[in-house]
Structure formats: C-alpha cells, structure tokens
C-alpha cells in the first residue's frame, strides 16, 4: 500500500517508499556525507534526548548534510528513542526538510502567479526531461537536483529559473538545454585542468626520481 511504515521486517529503514519524495540516489551517502555523519553524532551529543528537540534537531542535522539521509534519519531516532517511522512522519509533514541530497547545480522554477501564468510548469517539465528526473529528485551524478519554489520576488522577468545562485529571467524551454550544456562544458574542462595539473606533477616527480638515480 502507499502508504505503508517505512520500516522493514528486520526493523531497520528502508531506503524506498513514499518517505523519500523520489528515488534514492545509487550510493546516496559519498565520503563528504559519512565525514559529516561524525559531526551529526557529536551534535546530538549536545542534545537533551527528548521528543520536544525533534524539528531544532531535524534542522540542525539538515544544516550539516544538506538533507536527511536514512542514515541521519536513524541516528536521530536512536537518541531521541523513537522509531524511524515516526521521525520520517514528523520529517516529512513539514516542506522545509528534503530527503534526497541537492545537486551541486540545484534548478529551482519559481512557481509564483507570474511565472506560473506565463509558463512555469512547461520550463520544469523541459528540465525533467533533459535531466531525466522528476522535481524533488537529483541526478545519480548529483550534479543537478530540480525544485519548484514560491516566488522569488522578480515577476516582471517571469518566468524565472535558478540555476545555482545565479536567476534566469524570461526563461523558453530553448534556454534549458543551453543552461545544463554550460555546466557540462564547464565540469569538463575543470577535469580537463585537473589531470593537466596531475600529469605535469606526476612528470616533475619522475624527474627528480631520475636525477636522483642519475647521482
């Protein structure tokens, strides 16, 4: 059923179900999230281990790793000695807390009247297809995530898109290709200077290996 406990037979989280506000990430939790895991423990540390600190703490935790993992999700319910399920209900009654972890690149389509007058949804849905997830959701590379969000205050450039901090104003579905093509360019060629960077000390090391040998 839809809407039933996220908890499996053995007790522990389950990682799917209608808890998450759409598909986990492969791997969701990288090495940055389990180093900052460590820095949710010691917070809790700091915490009386009572019900009444359920939302400061959801949003302490959501501060230090962006979102709520199942991981965070259960940490907290061992302190506060509730059950998973119940901190997941409380979690996801409120709009503030997401579940899956932002892109590095988040899109956020503001949806206020304007720009939903003047076409909002068509801009989302053209960012859904291009990046192949649906809104709540982040791409497997956790490059991009997607969002709608109220209105952010510049109607009269609706509709509008974020992408980052940067706003995008009087955005057409022909700008959305060329806006995630940026940021591809841009990554590659990051990279691109990376393994530069990474042969020409590599090649300045064998070198010195070699004067050395040379002695």
Not at 101 to 114: D, E, F, K
Request: glycine share 8%; net charge neutral.
């Amino acid at each position: 059923p839809l809407f039933s406990s996220p908890r499996s037979h053995s007790g522990s989280l389950r990682r799917d179900g209608p808890f998450l506000r759409g598909p986990p990430v492969e791997n969701a939790l990288d090495s940055e999230d389990r180093a900052r895991l460590a820095e949710v423990r010691e917070a809790l540390k700091k915490t009386p281990p009572q019900r009444r600190h359920l939302i400061p703490v959801l949003q302490r935790v959501q501060s230090i790793l962006s979102y709520l993992p199942a991981e965070a999700i259960e940490l907290v319910a061992a302190h506060l000695n509730l059950s998973p399920s119940d901190v997941y209900g409380v979690a996801t009654f409120y709009n503030q807390f997401r579940f899956t972890p932002p892109g590095r690149h988040p899109v956020r389509i503001c949806m206020g009247t304007a720009c939903h007058v003047k076409g909002g949804e068509i801009i989302l849905e053209h960012f859904e297809r291009k990046l192949e997830i649906k809104e709540g959701e982040t791409t497997p590379d956790r490059e991009f995530s997607i969002d709608r969000v109220a209105c952010v205050g510049c109607c009269a450039l609706a509709p509008v898109a974020l992408m980052g901090e940067t706003l995008h104003g009087h955005m057409m579905t022909g700008k959305v290709e060329g806006l995630i093509l940026r940021v591809q360019i841009e990554n590659d060629k990051k990279e691109r200077e990376r393994l530069m960077e990474k042969g020409l000390k590599e090649e300045g090391l064998e070198r010195e290996r070699e004067r050395d040998d040379g002695q």
